[in-house]
């Protein structure tokens, strides 16, 4: 597989459900971020991983849990969600040199995991 | 007042038209601009960066004003093809050690024959 693959690609849970979204990425980059994506908003940047460090957390409900167990692989689980929490979750990767210099800043997205929370 | 601005459009022009989107950011500390292109139920792709100097792909033209936090895009002889909602980005060094990207709302564009 090539660029950044997500699982699963639709998902239907109720609210009391835990379950966790996958993201893997095959471009040897050293970022991850999860961002969430609902109907007529921009997309909100949830977490940053840099070197498997979370760099970012943007005040996100801690019903939402990252992990990040290499840099390859990024994880978010989720617990007692609630319906507003439908939306579309990418994930993206990008390459960063050491601080203060960066190699590359461009972001490459996953095709998103769509949630929907009854 | 939000940190990156789009107008949310659509924008509905003819094939060959040639049609611009402009994008203003608040935060002045901000260091790299980009373009992304989102197709309908798909994922934002890159569709260029933003210099300060401007460049050009192909039909595409991104300009940058950093003095007055405003950046551009322009698109000529309008393709079907082209028909997409465009994202603006903005990204942030943060102290934690990396950069923050803030993505617009998005400007819808739609090209009709």
């Known amino acids: 597989e090539t660029g950044v693959t997500q699982t699963p690609r639709h998902l239907v849970m109720g609210m009391t459900n835990k379950k966790s979204l996958k993201c893997e990425q095959h471009?040897?980059?050293?970022?991850m971020y999860w961002y969430k994506q609902s109907a007529k908003k921009p997309l909100e940047l949830m977490f940053v991983?840099?070197?498997?460090?979370?760099?970012e957390n943007n005040s996100v409900p801690s019903r939402f849990s990252p992990e990040c167990p290499n840099s390859s692989h990024l994880f978010l689980h989720l617990h007692t969600l609630q319906p507003e929490d439908s939306a579309l979750y990418l994930c993206?990767?990008?390459?960063?040199?050491?601080?203060?210099?960066?190699?590359?800043?461009?972001?490459?997205f996953g095709p998103g995991t769509r949630l929907l929370v009854l | 007042r939000k940190e990156v601005e789009q107008d949310p459009g659509p924008f509905n022009v003819p094939e060959g038209a040639t049609v611009a989107f402009n994008c203003t950011y608040s935060?002045?500390?901000?260091?790299?601009f980009f373009w992304y292109r989102q197709d309908c139920r798909k994922e934002p792709k890159l569709l260029m960066s933003?210099?300060?100097s401007g460049n050009e792909d192909g039909r595409f033209t991104a300009q940058l004003n950093r003095a007055s936090q405003y950046i551009s895009l322009l698109i000529r002889d309008s393709k079907l093809s082209d028909s997409a909602t465009y994202l603006c980005?903005?990204?942030?060094?943060?102290?934690?050690?990396?950069?923050?990207?803030?993505f617009g709302r998005g400007t819808s564009l739609i090209v009709h024959p």
């Open positions: 935060n002045s500390a901000s260091q790299s």
């Open positions: 991983y840099s070197l498997e460090e979370r760099v």
């Open positions: 993206a990767s990008s390459q960063e040199g050491v601080r203060g210099k960066p190699i590359q800043e461009t972001q490459y």
């Open positions: 980005v903005v990204n942030t060094w943060a102290s934690g050690g990396s950069y923050i990207p803030t």
């Open positions: 933003v210099y300060s």
């Open positions: 471009l040897g980059h050293n970022a």
